[in-house]
């Protein structure tokens, strides 16, 4: 097959590529390949909604080199726009840039039609609030002739006078403020004091208000929460796409072009900081306060976001031993970072595990007490570009990292896409007509409801999301259109025109529409690989824990609280448990992050149980290919699901043992359990 002489561009964060005819503008190269670009004024270039940025550099993971001369030089159109509107250095106009070569291009979020949906909400255990930062309003004794001490010292002795506070220092942003706000507040003045030790800011008169903001810095999202540093309350809470992922879809993409590139880990770290800035930025406005009542910060991340964030080179954790620079909290001052807040902000980093398992996973652990659990074994999951697993309880502990790649957020699949309107969530197949039904994000109807068509026709059917491929490809499975080992059975077509020819394998129609969504033979591959590695790193925990099944499993994570647990069981995505004590955390590593920006405690008590936990590397672990290679089936090729199948009636598995004979005589008894545990259930 002769390759297309017509210039490859590849948009991110969509991962859609193609080949187009030189010449062509980038927006409608967008809207050839079905890539969500805005645009209102009709390609004038007067709305600029359609901007976007042209990656600059080698990318050997899509094998193109991509530079500014990829696109058109600079025309009068845009100039017009940046004179009279603004137009950052690094964004064309979509309308007017055409392309001349291979390019990639970045679509921003705030250029997209449907943005993206940032479902990482937060479900906030209880605990004891232990601020950080600690308001103090005094009156200082004004100065006199007779007593020629500085202003600062008489302010330290109103402090220790009124609020039994000694041994202080203080910013000296805070020197400089500190006259004039004595001066303006008549002597009276209220001062912010970090830890006990530090003040970090004055305000004239009495200042009642203090905020904080709790960041999870994902792969794929930013989601950071502003609260009220002194009840907790959430007063805003907002995410966006982390713009790395230009870089690359998975971490060791953006490793690699660290490696690559001289400046590319300073420029993935300006990046997100930008990124960050903003977020922050928005937080405020959103919440209705100014940036300078922000004085305390908090991050989570895993390890290459991590050193990435701190300005950290990540290549060490590219090889083994895959090193950490620090495994330990970091505090900094947020302007370190480039938040813009009070210029004594403090950002506090909670302390990695080891080499892929991050900051993340010690929010997780903080979040979901594992390491508190009396007896049982708790499994938390934090699904994702890479998963982390946790597994134990108070008297052990154990941590690792899966590299699940990102099909479980969309990507790598056919019609894969993120969470946004549109988007199929829920599938259910009929087992008699293979006919599927499914819901989208926007709308609470099924698609065989009346109404649906409606809901559709406005929000349109765009894709299918993470949770939606995983229910699909169950639900398929669990009709026989997809055998155990991970084939759709092409012999079903005689049964149904939703099997159709695809190549040398068949795919399944989901949606036979505009778009036309197929689940193809490559799309359940993606996923069997994603599910067995993650399936395999859980495993090796249990074998290191010398078990074999958990009392409890939390998944936690955008995607990991999205998801069916049923269905999550069913491709085998985790082991066996008692369905009842499978739930969904939310996103666990950011209410990590949010409950230690609110308590010294909760900080203390992290740094404990993270030097404590037992840390498995799965990439040098001699066991992890045959676990993963056994978890390739669905749900897997050796291992048991009783409970499960109280729930579910699954396939015959083709390897059937002299066992199975046993478990067919006994499948009437189990469908009358079924069905007596499905009575107490509502499941759609």
């Known amino acids: 097959m002769t390759r297309s002489t017509d210039p490859l561009v590849i948009f991110t964060p969509s991962g859609r590529r193609g080949h187009i ?39 050997p993971k899509h094998g193109i080199t991509s530079s500014a001369e990829s696109l058109s030089p600079f025309g009068d159109v845009e100039a017009g726009y940046r004179a009279e509107k603004g137009l950052a250095a690094d964004r064309r106009l979509g309308c007017t840039a055409t392309v001349l070569a291979d390019c990639l291009v970045d679509v921003p979020q705030e250029s997209q039609v449907h943005r993206q949906v940032v479902r990482k909400g937060l479900d906030v255990r209880t605990f004891e609030i232990d601020p950080i930062v600690r308001l103090h309003y005094v009156e200082v004794e004004r100065p006199e002739l007779a007593s020629p001490s500085g202003d ?39 001062v912010a004091v970090h830890e006990g030790r530090t003040v970090t800011a004055v305000w004239p008169g009495y200042h009642e208000d203090l905020f904080g903001v709790a960041i999870d810095v994902g792969s794929t ?5 502003l609260v009220r540093l002194s009840n907790g309350e959430v007063l805003a809470s907002s995410g966006v796409m982390n713009p790395q992922i230009r870089f690359g879809e998975d971490l060791m993409s953006r490793v690699s072009y660290a490696m690559l590139h001289p400046e590319g880990a300073g420029e993935m770290t300006r990046t997100v900081r930008a990124a960050l800035k903003a977020l922050v930025t928005a937080l405020a406005r959103d919440a209705g306060i100014d940036r300078t009542n922000i004085l305390e910060l908090a991050f989570v991340g895993n390890p290459i976001m991590h050193h990435l964030l701190l300005g950290i080179d990540p290549t060490p954790l590219g090889t083994a031993p895959f090193a950490l620079a ?71 502990l154990l941590a690792a990292s899966s590299p699940t790649g ?37 709308s609470e109807l099924w698609s065989d409801e009346p109404g649906f068509a409606e809901a559709a ?32 059975d092409g012999s079903l077509a005689e049964r149904t025109a939703r099997i159709v020819p695809d190549g040398r394998t068949f795919s399944y129609v989901l949606h036979d529409g505009e778009p036309r969504i197929l689940v193809t033979q490559n799309d359940v591959r993606a996923i069997q690989l994603a599910k067995a590695a993650l399936y395999a790193g859980t495993r090796l925990l249990m074998d290191h824990a010398g078990i074999d099944a958990v009392d409890e499993v939390r998944l936690a994570g955008a995607f990991g609280s999205q998801i069916d647990p049923l269905h999550a069981m069913v491709l085998g995505l985790i082991p066996d448990c008692d369905l009842d004590r499978v739930k969904a955390a939310g996103n666990s590593a950011g209410t990590g992050a949010l409950i230690a920006l609110l308590s010294a405690t909760a900080r203390r008590e992290i740094e404990d149980v993270t030097r404590m936990v037992e840390k498995i590397e799965t990439a040098v672990e001699p066991r992890f290919q045959e676990h993963f ?51 107490s259930r509502n499941r759609p």
């Open 21 to 59: 005819p030189a010449g062509t503008t980038v927006l409608d190269a967008a809207r050839t390949l079905g890539v969500d670009i805005d645009s209102v004024c009709g390609a004038r270039g007067i709305c600029g909604r359609c901007q976007v940025s042209v990656g600059v550099g080698t990318f």
């Open 152 to 190: 600062l010292i008489r302010l330290y002795e109103a402090l220790e006078r009124e609020w039994g506070l000694t041994g202080l220092e203080s910013d000296l942003h805070v020197v400089r403020a500190l006259q004039p706000a004595l001066a303006e507040g008549d002597y009276a003045v209220t």
């Open 221 to 225: 999202t930013l989601a950071g929460h």
């Open 326 to 396: 620090t495994d330990r909290a970091v505090r900094t001052w947020a302007v370190e970072l480039g938040i813009t807040a009070h210029p004594g902000a403090r950002a506090y980093v909670l302390p990695c595990i080891a080499g892929h398992v991050g900051a993340d996973t010690a929010g997780v652990i903080l979040a979901e007490t594992p390491h508190r659990a009396e007896g049982e074994v708790r499994l938390v999951v934090d699904v994702g570009t890479n998963a982390e697993i946790v597994l134990g309880n108070r008297d052990r």
């Open 406 to 442: 990102p099909a479980f957020e969309g990507a790598q699949i056919s019609s894969g896409q993120r969470a946004a309107p549109g988007a199929i969530e829920r599938v259910r197949v009929d087992r008699e007509t293979l006919e599927p039904r499914f819901r989208i994000i926007g």
């Open 457 to 488: 026709a406005e929000l349109g059917v765009s894709g299918i999301c993470g949770s939606g491929i995983v229910e699909v490809i169950a639900e398929l499975f669990l009709a026989g259109v997809i055998t155990a080992d991970g084939i759709i």
């Open 629 to 679: 290679v056994d978890a390739l089936a669905f749900p897997h090729k050796r291992a048991p699901f009783p409970n499960l199948e109280l729930r579910v009636e699954l396939p015959k598995r083709a390897n059937a043992d002299a066992g199975d004979g046993a478990r067919r005589a006994d499948r009437g008894e189990r469908r009358r359990r079924r069905e007596v545990a499905a009575a």
